[in-house]
């Protein structure tokens, strides 16, 4: 079967995201990578569902992980009866899109998805583990889909950043950051980065940085509260990052802490890009959630408590940006600003 992950960082490769395999899940554990390379088996889809709530897997690994969990809960549920397969599930559908709450309606067309699927085998009399290998193989030709659309991305951002040129990055952009790479390899472009370290998981200096290293480029891990001044410093060309929902109203929800990078990358008049597709299932800024993490994970680091007694924590999860401080969000079916994303609606798509 084809693969688009070839030529991509270890973090990138479809088997270290999560894999399903022999009534099993598996997910590289991104909380200790670097550190550590072990992954976190799953039995059961629950079990999935708790790892993506866990953060086990972020960025774009919790799509993966439900797509691969479908394929486990159809292994759990292959001796059933149809009609009590079927409601197995939907409900299983249910628990691994709602597993955290900003990022639901992007999970719910994963799942919904695998359900359509898991329909079109039942109506075909197919059942039990050729359902189970049917999920499977599509969660990856859906990957593959999924890449070659943000190899397009990598391309359209690397227009934007000048050759040879520095960038800013926010947490952790997964694919589209070695899409970059891969791009600005076919151009002999030596792209060098600065990584905020993204508290309290440390996605920009464990995985993002790990990424681009990977991958053969210069990149600089920097504290949570340096970007202001390194932006300055260090002329910095483009401030950029991924996001969990771009509103198609243009706001950015993201990792917190870009809300101020994009803030002082403004300042300066440095261009910030996100990237990835407007969410038709958020019109408003309005609709969506952000979530709010346990408040004890900002008054320790990698597990290390730091804080006296009776002190308290606070950590959203995620901060929007407005459309006011986006120079342009880039898709796979080009640059579009932030104040006009119906128009990508209207857009054909060349896949």
């Not at 991305?153 to 790479?181: H, S, W, Y």
């Not at 995985?207 to 991958?215: F, N």
């Not at 950015?252 to 407007?278: E, M």
Request: glycine share 6%; net charge negative.
């Amino acid at each position: 079967m084809k693969r688009s992950d070839n030529d991509l960082a270890f973090l990138l490769r479809y088997e270290n995201v999560a894999w399903y395999e022999d009534g099993k899940v598996k997910i590289l554990d991104r909380r200790i990578y670097p550190l550590k390379t072990d992954y976190v088996v799953c039995q059961n889809h629950r079990e999935v569902a708790r790892a993506i709530a866990d953060m086990v897997t972020q960025s774009a690994g919790p799509y993966t992980a439900a797509a691969m969990g479908m394929a486990l809960a159809a292994y759990e549920a292959k001796d059933l009866p149809e009609a009590a397969f079927r409601e197995y599930m939907q409900k299983a559908a249910h628990t691994l899109s709602h597993a955290r709450p900003t990022t639901v309606d992007n999970m719910v067309a994963v799942t919904s998805h695998a359900m359509d699927i898991v329909h079109e085998q039942l109506a075909s009399g197919k059942s039990g583990l050729a359902i189970v290998e049917a999920l499977f193989t599509d969660a990856i030709v859906q990957l593959n889909h999924k890449y070659d659309r943000i190899e397009k991305e990598g391309e359209n951002l690397l227009r934007l950043i000048p050759k040879d040129g520095t960038v800013m990055t926010q947490c952790f952009a997964e694919t589209i950051v070695g899409m970059l790479l891969r791009a600005a390899k076919k151009q002999n472009s030596n792209l060098k980065f600065f990584c905020p370290e993204t508290r309290p998981y440390y996605q920009g200096a464990r995985l993002t940085a790990s990424v681009i290293a990977d991958m053969g480029f210069e990149v600089t891990v920097i504290t949570d509260n340096m970007p202001g001044f390194v932006l300055k410093e260090k002329n910095v060309d483009v401030f950029t990052s991924a996001a969990d929902v771009i509103s198609l109203d243009g706001h950015i929800v993201n990792k917190v802490g870009t809300f101020q990078i994009a803030l002082a990358a403004n300042h300066f008049g440095i261009p910030y890009y996100v990237t990835g597709s407007p969410n038709r299932g958020h019109a408003t800024i309005d609709t969506v959630t952000i979530e709010e993490r346990d408040p004890k994970l900002v008054l320790e680091s990698m597990g290390q408590k730091h804080t006296l007694p009776g002190v308290k924590g606070y950590y959203p999860a995620f901060d929007i940006t407005p459309p006011s401080l986006c120079d342009g969000v880039v898709t796979n079916k080009g640059i579009f600003s932030p104040r006009d994303l119906h128009a990508y609606l209207l857009v054909r798509s060349e896949e």
